[in-house]
């Protein structure tokens, strides 16, 4: 099994606008790695006054 993380920062105003950015990462790193099947994710925020990270962790394995 193998772990893959993707993230993405935002500030509190733009916070849709990064999802989106999250989104998008994620559906490229899919179409780019289609002989995989995911076992399980988990998303990870980090909230603060000023900014924000959140992160998906994706354990997988390769076909």
Same mark, same amino acid.
């Given at each position: ?10 500030g ?7 999802f ?7 559906n490229? $790193? ?17 909230p603060?006054?000023?900014w ?6 994706? $354990?997988?394995?390769?076909?």
């Amino acid at each position: 099994m193998k772990l893959k993380i993707l993230t993405v920062k935002s500030g509190n105003s733009v916070k849709k606008a990064r999802f989106e950015t999250l989104e998008t990462n994620v559906n490229e $790193w899919l179409a780019d790695h289609p002989d995989i099947t995911i076992e399980h994710t988990h998303l990870l925020a980090q909230p603060n006054l000023g900014w924000g990270q959140t992160a998906l962790a994706v $354990w997988y394995t390769e076909n």
